[in-house]
């Protein structure tokens, strides 16, 4: 075995003692005085190599690594540290003098050293985890849609065509990109190309729900336990980048169409003629309703009609609450438009269906609409949605109240207490309402309804 004494030993040395039989403590570099050495300790399983120092009048001891001839020739390589591996001399050497440096610097206080770095390491590692959870701007949208999906929104599938449309196809390279990098500019410039190619209000309505997309990235989603439970993605955003594009006033479309009651009638009669069936008893129902929304309409099954009680039972998700039930009343008119379409699709779960394995499109009424609209019968184009404008208008002209209205139509009700405690249905009120509308369609010209609210007894 080599003396144990302050002379530099050479590799063929290091070769020549056997673990397990020359086990012991060398020292392999002196160094100079207060500089601590090099020592290297022989054990049953390994020569390793030991940084020995004094801190604070104590002998303290860091590892190096453990020798191998045909270990790490360096001890830093590709700006890797072989420290703690395996080592040819020359590497430990290197490492003994940066350690002993380092060991200066630090006024002796290695272990200090090496406790910050591996906090900093371990920072390092939970970052490095977060990015590679950091979810991106596609993410995001398809967490949206699915959260919409989940509470029931009928308005899933059109935010999804809307995000697929104008920002994941057209812009593939920014979707890719992490959804706290997205900007202000970048919004702009998502706009900025519907502008380009002739669009206006979709512009507002895209904004609108990219808006919201990235309120629920940063409000919801992120917090929400069951995320970080499935180790979903994370956007970690810093604000809202769209609420810095501002809303193009002049594209907003301010509903202002109500058809006259010649042209409600002229609308009631081309309905009358349209020639498929299921559309046209659709349309028909949606007129008798007193225009309720017609996703709302299409996506009740038939079990959500009562024929006993003359009412319908439809699943109101619009807005933010969670969805609840809005009880319509079906007048004779209805229950006759039901009939007609009874032999065609009292198979299947949906009153208006083709086919039967789901209802009949949106879309395909909305072109019926606009066929309808375009006739000589009317002073100028008209939607859907202005037919639910006529009847709020026309039933205001009535005598409806306001309140009657908003219950008949499912608009937003009144103040949290109402919301939570008055359960009446109006179901009365709404039914007298809806006769009022029926009878002005049929041409009973402009009887006042009369509809007083009807309040539940006390107890």
């Not at 020739?73 to 001399?89: F, M, N, P, V």
């Not at 002796?108 to 590679?132: N, V």
């Not at 449309?165 to 959804?179: D, G, H, L, T, Y």
């Not at 229950?335 to 009292?346: A, C, D, I, N, Y």
Request: with cysteine.
């Amino acid at each position: 075995m080599a003396p144990k004494d302050r002379k530099r030993i050479t590799v063929a040395e290091l070769e020549a003692m056997k673990v397990g039989r020359d086990n012991g403590e060398i020292v392999i570099d002196p160094g100079e005085r207060g500089r601590g050495a090099l020592i290297l300790r022989i054990t049953n399983t390994a020569k390793a190599f030991y940084y020995r120092y004094f801190h604070n009048g104590k002998r303290r001891f860091e590892l190096v690594g453990y020798f191998d001839p045909k270990g790490a020739k360096a001890w830093r390589e590709d700006g890797r540290c072989h420290k703690g591996g395996s080592l040819t001399l020359i590497a430990a050497r290197e490492g003994y003098l940066e350690l002993s440096r380092l060991a200066r610097a630090r006024g002796g206080d290695l272990k200090g050293h090496f406790t910050e770095e591996k906090a900093k390491q371990e920072e390092a590692r939970k970052q490095a985890e977060i990015e590679a959870r950091a979810g991106s701007f596609a993410d995001m949208l398809h967490v949206y849609v699915t959260a919409l999906r989940a509470n029931g929104k009928a308005s899933a599938h059109d935010v999804e065509k809307i995000f697929k449309r104008n920002v994941e196809k057209p812009f593939s390279r920014m979707a890719r990109r992490k959804a706290n990098e997205i900007s202000a500019e970048d919004i702009q410039e998502i706009l900025a190309k519907m502008v380009e190619r002739g669009a206006t209000r979709q512009v507002n309505v895209t904004r609108s729900y990219l808006h919201a997309a990235f309120n629920h990235a940063g409000e919801t989603h992120d917090y929400d336990p069951r995320r970080l439970a499935s180790d979903g993605k994370a956007f970690r955003l810093k604000g809202n980048p769209v609420a810095l594009v501002p809303r193009i006033q002049e594209y907003e479309r301010t509903g202002e169409r109500v058809l006259t009651a010649d042209e409600i009638r002229a609308y009631a009669a081309k309905v009358a003629t349209v020639p498929s069936l299921v559309t046209r008893c659709a349309l028909q129902l949606h007129l008798m309703s007193g225009a309720q929304r017609l996703t709302q309409l299409l996506a009740a099954p038939w079990s959500a009609y009562d024929f006993g009680e003359k009412t319908l039972t439809l699943v109101d998700t619009k807005g933010k609450a969670q969805a609840r039930a809005h009880l319509v009343p079906l007048l004779p008119e209805a229950l006759k438009v039901l009939e007609t379409v009874r032999p065609h699709s009292g198979g299947y779960t949906w009153p208006f269906t083709t086919f039967g394995k789901t209802s009949i499109r949106l879309e395909t009424l909305i072109d019926a609409v606009r066929e309808i609209a375009t006739g000589a019968d009317f002073e100028r184009p008209f939607t859907l949605r202005d037919i639910r404008r006529t009847v709020e208008t026309t039933l205001a002209s009535l005598g409806v109240s306001k309140e009657i209205r908003g219950h008949l139509l499912s608009h937003g009700r009144g103040d949290k207490i109402d919301k939570t405690y008055n359960k009446h249905q109006y179901l009365n009120e709404k039914r007298m309402a809806l006769q009022a509308w029926v009878g002005f369609v049929n041409g009973a010209g402009g009887k006042r309804a009369n509809v007083r609210v009807l309040r539940p007894k006390k107890a």
